[in-house]
């Protein structure tokens, strides 16, 4: 059964510095990854996916993740924080072979002035 | 491209009405419809899986004759709350999944936010 583990539910930074949330997952067989980002009332919007070719991979404004085998990890950076970047933030994991999608927890990023 | 259109965006209703909540893909067609729930600050929790032209799939413990499902085209599948009471409050949110299978992403609406007096 594969899950994911994000492992702060808050990240506080200041505009202009830069980001990380982090992802843990755990998988029976090669899986597929995801970040998602909710802003409020809203739906999800995809950042970015890893589909078992290039580990670093590259999202939509200016985040990227690299995905770590050997750390069953899939942290989400991103060099300079805007103040539009407060959201919440979703590590998925989808297992090859099947189609349900597993959410963790979730990271409230909150950018202050 | 891939946008996923969910209306109404916030319904209020009195405890023992029905209330239906529709998810269009409007520019791919979607094989395969999500619905998730979700209660305030935390994760989404999949309820079903919708498939065009079949019965959907509702995850354990998601009963299904209360949360109906239907996916009748390509582009459309509702689910409807029946008999809806308070604890059925929450942001409801579909994703729809384009042709190509489970390699494509899954597109996400703006959610529905059920509110039961």
């Known amino acids: 059964a594969q899950s994911v583990t994000q492992l702060d539910s808050h990240v506080s930074v200041s505009e202009g510095t830069p980001v990380l949330l982090r992802c843990n997952y755990s998988?029976?067989?090669?899986?597929?990854l995801f970040w998602y980002v909710q802003h409020p009332n809203k739906g999800l919007q995809l950042l970015l996916k890893y589909t078992s070719a290039a580990t670093l991979v590259k999202g939509i404004n200016g985040f990227e993740a690299e995905f770590k085998k050997s750390e069953t990890s899939f942290h989400l950076t991103k060099p300079s924080a805007h103040m539009s970047d407060a959201a919440e933030y979703f590590c998925v994991v989808r297992q090859t072979g099947f189609q349900k999608l597993v959410f963790g927890t979730g990271t409230r990023l909150l950018v202050s002035p | 491209g891939a946008v996923v259109s969910q209306h109404p965006s916030w319904v209020i209703c009195k405890s023992g009405t029905s209330v239906k909540i529709e998810c269009r893909s409007l520019d791919f067609q979607a094989t395969t419809m999500f619905w998730y729930r979700q209660f305030p600050k935390q994760s989404l929790m999949l309820m079903a899986t919708?498939?065009?032209?079949?019965?959907?799939?509702?995850e354990q413990g998601v009963e299904k004759d209360k949360f109906l499902i239907n996916h009748a085209s390509l582009t459309l599948s509702t689910l409807t709350v029946t008999s809806a009471h308070p604890e059925d409050s929450s942001f409801y949110i579909c994703s729809a999944r384009d042709r190509g299978g489970e390699i494509q992403p899954q597109h996400f609406g703006d959610g529905t936010r059920l509110s039961i007096l």
């Open positions: 998988s029976s067989y090669s899986p597929s």
């Open positions: 919708s498939n065009e032209g079949s019965k959907a799939t509702y």
